[in-house]
T-cell receptor, first 115, second 112 residues
Framework: EAAVTQSPRSKVAVTGGKVTLSCHQTNNHDYMYWYRQDTGHGLRLIHYSYVADSTEKGDIPDGYKASRPSQENFSLILELASLSQTAVYFC??????????????FGEGSKLTVL | GDQVEQSPSALSLHEGTDSALRCNFTTTMRSVQWFRQNSRGSLISLFYLASGTKENGRLKSAFDSKERRYSTLHIRDAQLEDSGTYFCAAEAGGGSGNKLIFGTGTLLSVKP
């Protein structure tokens, strides 16, 4: 049974619209992450969180907000979607992220197309 | 900034053959992880290493324990289901905020 689940799995949004991607984990992990993957590239970190009600900026946070209302749930919010945000988004969790990040467990990905 | 370089970028193998993928790091890394992305886009965790080697079936990974500047993933007796894109991700730590840096992947095609 999948331990990190994302919704929606696919979404088409209009430029300027609001998009919320949701992630739920049953690993009981403290750390959760949002990455984006562009065609032919590796993953880049957008936001992460190590505790409920707190989020941290990753490497490419501009244009994105994150929300961690509980240990299990982590959302990525695009307030004003833009064409450049068309990508596949992955949520992940890990047990710890201090001295050593620990093994990442990924969700299935959410394909976002902004028109 | 810190870089993770994967090689080769693409690789074609016949079933039953062996191969090795490599990740080089421009700085000392604390740990490395290997993932396989299948045709549906799912990312599957293969290995997490802070040092030494790990083996799982036909896959074996090693992390240079001395200078911590490279990691390898060996595939033995390649099968069709091994096809996919393989990513390594390394953790620099310290001033890098313990974030993972991903390589750009190796596209592996296993043919009959």
């Amino acid at each position: 049974e999948a331990a990190v689940t994302q919704s929606p799995r696919s979404k088409v949004a209009v430029t300027g619209g609001k998009v919320t991607l949701s992630c739920h984990q049953t690993n009981n992990h403290d750390y959760m992450y949002w990455y984006r993957q562009d065609t032919g590239h590796g993953l880049r970190l957008i936001h992460y969180s190590y505790v409920a009600d707190s989020t941290e900026k990753g490497d490419i946070p501009d244009g994105y907000k994150a929300s961690r209302p509980s240990q299990e749930n982590f959302s990525l919010i695009l307030e004003l979607a833009s064409l450049s945000q068309t990508a596949v988004y992955f949520c992940a969790s890990s047990e710890y992220g201090g001295a050593l990040t620990g093994q990442l467990y990924f969700g299935e990905g959410s394909k976002l197309t902004v028109l | 900034g810190d870089q993770v370089e994967q090689s080769p970028s693409a690789l074609s193998l016949h079933e039953g053959t062996d191969s090795a993928l490599r990740c080089n790091f421009t700085t000392t890394m604390r740990s490395v992880q290997w993932f396989r992305q299948n045709s549906r886009g799912s990312l599957i965790s293969l290995f997490y290493l802070a040092s030494g080697t790990k083996e799982n079936g036909r896959l074996k990974s090693a992390f240079d324990s001395k200078e911590r500047r490279y990691s390898t993933l060996h595939i033995r007796d390649a099968q069709l289901e091994d096809s996919g894109t393989y990513f390594c991700a390394a953790e620099a730590g310290g001033g890098s905020g313990n974030k993972l840096i991903f390589g750009t992947g190796t596209l592996l095609s296993v043919k009959p």
